[in-house]
């Protein structure tokens, strides 16, 4: 994959550990970093839960190796921010552990409406 291939600019967040005033977690994200990314997806699925049909779209972005990206994530407390998109990341790792790529799994969650920190 050359630097071309890189072709979107997205931003991954985390969730703050910062507590509101009168001490229950505030929720709010922040910004680890803007990068260049493929985004690729790899499945989708979808099903009837209580009457009403629900999909899934899961996909992999694959950004160039920063040591701020790992170790691995945590499950629901990272996120890719790409436009108005939304991508939960599942799972991370270090493609090929030649320190080049980082390949993130992630399950498409919607349109993001409120702002970034």
Not at 2 to 18: E, F, H, M, P, Y
Not at 56 to 84: C, F, M, N, Q
Not at 91 to 100: E, G, H, I, P, T
């Amino acid at each position: 994959m050359g630097a071309g291939d890189l072709n979107r600019r997205v931003t991954i967040q985390r969730k703050s550990d910062g507590d509101g005033a009168f001490g229950q977690a505030t929720g709010d994200w922040v910004n680890i970093a803007a990068v260049s990314a493929n985004i690729r997806p790899i499945g989708g699925r979808e099903k009837l839960r209580a009457m009403a049909y629900e999909s899934t779209l899961t996909h992999t972005v694959k950004v160039r190796y920063r040591t701020d990206l790992l170790p691995a994530i945590e499950a629901d407390g990272w996120r890719i921010l790409y436009g108005s998109r939304v991508f939960d990341i599942t799972a991370s790792m270090d493609l090929d552990d030649a320190r080049r790529y980082i390949v993130f799994e992630c399950i498409e969650t919607g349109v993001e409406h409120g702002s970034a920190s």
